[in-house]
């Protein structure tokens, strides 16, 4: 067993990623369960922060062609979703005269 900085013990490695996501009620106490909550919280709050970061400085070196390629991409599956719903609408009609061919 070794010691954390909250003064309780805890079962060796119970803070590792694969141990967090293993954890058994009857393995761990509620303090290692505790500690290994806010270790991967702090550890899930440092990435979140990094990635923001990173958008910014994105942003600045490149957001007016990130910007332009989104808009191309949006515009490009706008276009692919009419196409489809006219498809449809296509199908649909298509579907009404062979019903009404053979009804009549």
Known sequence: MSEYNTGHACHENCCTKDHYDH???????ESCEMSEDLLYLLKSAKHELLKEKM??????????????????????????????????????????????????
């Not at 954890?23 to 106490?29: K, L, M, T, V």
């Not at 990130?66 to 009609?93: F, G, I, R, S």
């Open 55 to 104: 958008k910014q400085i994105l942003e600045v070196k490149i957001g007016t062609k990130l910007y332009q390629v989104a808009e191309a991409a949006v515009d490009a599956a706008l276009l692919h979703w009419q196409q489809k719903a006219a498809e449809k609408q296509a199908c649909e009609q298509y579907q009404e005269k062979l019903t009404a061919v053979f009804k009549g």
């Open 23 to 29: 954890r058994s009620e009857s393995h761990h106490g």
